[in-house]
């Protein structure tokens, strides 16, 4: 993609955070590249050379930093992304779609042939999907070694390679380093992996929290202070993660929360980042949004609070029947719901966290149950209907619930299903497709807040507000 390089060296000289992640910076005399926020001496801007990306940088022959460790960036959002075949294959290739697999299965899923999607991420990331493959494995292994004390064969295979002789031989070929030299060691009490996942600030944390615990689903989720956690269940591997704020001092230099993670979710971590990633919303750009908005006159309405994300999904199926549970009744009462349908319908799990004991219900236990049983947890012979409708799709394979989905074919498919009408497919595109310019302009509260508007002003005040619609429908809500 081209970038600005007159507007890269003034991001640069400024560290500017707004930028962290958007490019990367080579560095000719070192044959080191960095990312823009790096705290190390400024270089002469005849030394650099711009990236949009660590794969296009690694391509060219330059070493990921130690320092300010471009594995930690944030990454894009999606509507700053390319077209959306390019930024739904790059999205399932960060989360180990090529892991054992070959190119031709992944444009398979995508609906096209393997030769037309390698020349569409040739032309658009200018990287081939085996070497965007390759720069995620070796960043997402670098990162492993630098803050955990998995053993050496745990992190090969977990980070996508078939041998740990190929890991050992491709990480000495590419970033001229010896593995074991950026070992950490860093493990918690509780025999977990801690992990660091970066973000651009500002982060409103408490606000993130404070929406969240108020939809948790008993037994499955938990927010307990500063900290959410969860149960997972991804490719067969069950466990908790837990994503916590570190104190102000361990965030001065660069902006991070902790990731905690059972170690028998090892071999699924490049997914359970990107889905931690998703949910906390942290590839946002803050500023950039904040300052559209404000230029949009949301601010007139009442104050805006900084650093607003939009909460996303861990499981898009789970968000999609809470959606459904949540039609016409208040949060409060879509939680009782949910939790009886986890209980009903999820599968017991033992963990060592307290109140974290099941595991979110299937699209498969749901849609084998039938309608009398979804019915049973006290809903409407309707509702109970479309949330079977829903999983019976979903685990058929005919409906998927994915970030990188195309929304508006997903959206005409949900709404295709009875039950589902364009507020809850709005809500879903926004939270569990991520997608940021979703609007649920049939929103009472939102209406409301924005001064008792009707839906057909509300959808011509928003159009000020795109392509982050989603991110004021958070502050709409907010002033309730």
């Known amino acids: 993609m081209p970038l600005d390089r007159d507007a890269c060296h003034r991001a640069l000289e400024a560290r500017d955070p707004k930028f962290d992640g958007v490019f990367f910076v080579g560095v000719t005399s070192t044959g080191i590249y960095c990312r823009p926020i790096c705290p190390a001496r400024m270089t002469l801007r005849k030394n650099r050379r ?26 894009l959002a999606q509507i700053d992304a390319v077209p959306r075949l390019v930024r739904s294959a790059a999205s399932r290739i960060a989360a180990g779609a090529l892991n054992g697999r070959d190119v031709d299965a992944l ?30 494995r070796l960043l997402h292994a670098k990162h492993l070694l630098t803050d955990t004390s998995l053993p050496m064969t745990t992190i090969a295979f977990a980070s996508g390679f078939q041998s740990v002789r190929r890991f050992n031989a491709l990480f000495r070929a590419r970033y001229d380093l010896n593995p074991n030299s950026l070992r950490g ?23 993130l929290l404070a929406f969240l615990a108020a939809r948790a689903t008993p037994g499955v989720e938990d927010v307990d202070g500063d900290t959410y956690a969860r149960t997972v269940c991804i490719d067969g591997r069950v466990g908790v993660v837990r994503v916590s704020r570190p104190s102000p001092s361990e965030t001065r230099v660069l902006p991070i ?37 404000t230029s949009g006159g949301l601010r007139r309405g009442g104050a805006m609070r900084r650093g607003v994300r939009v909460p996303g999904a861990f499981d898009g199926f789970e968000l999609a029947v809470r ?13 009782t719901l949910m939790s009886r349908l986890t209980t009903t319908f999820g599968a017991v799990l033992e963990t060592n966290v307290e109140g974290l004991d099941r595991l979110t219900a299937t699209p498969e236990s749901i849609a084998n149950a ?14 109970a209907t479309t949330i079977h409708a829903l999983a019976t799709a979903v685990a058929g394979g005919s409906l998927t619930i994915e970030p990188d989905c195309d929304v508006r074919d997903l959206t005409r498919r949900l709404t295709d299903i009875s039950g589902i009408g364009p507020w809850t497919a709005d ?30 002003q509300m959808l011509r005040a928003a159009e000020r507000w795109r392509p982050w619609r989603a991110y004021a429908a958070m502050h709409l809500w907010m002033r309730g």
């Open 50 to 75: 711009f990236f949009s990306s660590a794969a296009a940088a690694e391509r060219a022959g330059f070493r990921p930093c130690l320092r300010c460790r471009p594995e930690l960036a944030p990454g």
């Open 323 to 335: 959606a459904i549970l949540g039609q016409q009744v208040s949060v409060k009462g879509a939680t």
């Open 370 to 383: 039938g309608v009398e049983q979804v019915r049973s947890i006290g809903l409407p012979i309707a509702r």
């Open 185 to 207: 060691r860093s493990r918690t009490k509780d025999d977990s992996v801690r992990l660091k996942l970066s973000y651009r600030p500002p982060l409103d944390w408490t606000a």
């Open 257 to 293: 929360l902790y990731l905690d993670v059972s170690a028998s979710l090892a071999p699924v971590l490049m997914q359970v980042i990107a889905r931690v990633r998703h949910l906390f919303d942290l590839d946002a750009e803050p500023l950039r949004i904040d300052s559209h908005l």
């Open 427 to 456: 809500y879903i595109a926004m939270r569990a497709m991520h997608w940021p310019d979703a609007f649920p302009a049939a929103d009472l509260v939102l209406r409301r807040n924005a001064g008792n508007l009707t839906q057909a």
């Open 107 to 136: 444009a398979r899923e995508l609906g096209v042939t393997g030769r037309h999607l390698r020349r569409a991420m040739q032309r658009e990331l200018g990287v081939s999907p085996i070497q965007l493959a390759q720069t995620h």
